[in-house]
């Protein structure tokens, strides 16, 4: 079993629509998870960050962590064009120095 | 604003050549990472180095190598290339201290896309 596990999609939405994009884990050692945003051609940018369990929510985008289940998800709402790219999600047992374990990104396509 | 610079965008090699991709960070970071992604297989980490002259071995360093002489230079080496290394290469940056004890984000270059022939 992996350790992080994402679905590739494509994941196809029209404008307004509310997404949900989710990872699932195996390693219970794992106290911060992040969203990257990666645009066609471009190197990953962070999204968003959580630390344990919780929510965070930031303008139109909510990152929801659950420890128990191992399961994190990222939810887009009011989806726009703009919105358009790959998310990866990553995950990380330390706050710093160490490398991140991704998952393998989920494509996004939000037509107009 | 923060800036990682990767020394190339696109790179065709014939195999068998020797490799150099430089990557350069001015945010007096600690921490430097280098990544190959790959579609279906996502970023997979090759080497990282907490400090000048410091490296460690990532998840499949096989065929690489890497160099840190200066903080802000990270370079990854391929020895010999092989066509298998035709990949995106990503280098990230982050600092090694956090007062506020949040997360230290990771700062990535916009990648270079080598081709081996």
């Known amino acids: 079993q992996k350790e992080v596990e994402q679905d590739p999609g494509p994941l196809s939405v029209p404008e307004g629509a509310i997404v949900s994009l989710n990872c699932t884990y195996s390693n219970s050692a794992f106290q911060y998870f992040m969203w990257y945003r990666q645009y066609s051609r471009k190197g990953p940018e962070l999204l968003m960050y959580t630390y344990s369990s919780g929510n965070k929510e930031d303008g139109r985008f909510t990152a929801q962590v659950d420890k128990s289940s191992k399961y994190i998800s990222l939810f887009i709402r009011d989806s726009q064009p703009s919105d358009s790219a790959t998310y990866l999600c990553?995950?990380?047992?330390?706050?710093?120095?160490?490398?991140?374990?991704f998952g393998k990104g989920t494509t996004l396509s939000v037509s107009s | 604003d923060v800036k990682v610079t990767q020394s190339s965008r696109y790179l065709v090699k014939r195999t068998g050549e020797k490799v150099f991709l430089e990557c350069v960070q001015d945010?007096?970071?600690?921490?430097m990472f280098w990544y190959r992604q790959d579609p279906g297989l996502g970023l997979r980490l090759i080497y990282f180095?907490?400090?000048?002259?410091?490296?460690e071995k990532g998840d499949i360093p096989e065929g690489y190598s890497v160099s840190r002489e200066k903080k802000e230079r990270f370079s990854l080496i391929l020895e010999s290339a092989s066509t298998n290394q035709t990949s995106m290469y990503l280098c990230a940056s982050s600092s090694g201290t956090s007062p506020g004890g949040g997360y230290n984000e990771q700062f990535f270059g916009p990648g270079t896309r080598l081709t081996v022939l």
């Open positions: 945010m007096d970071h600690e921490n």
């Open positions: 180095s907490y400090d000048v002259k410091m490296k």
């Open positions: 990553a995950m990380s047992a330390h706050q710093a120095g160490t490398a991140l374990i």
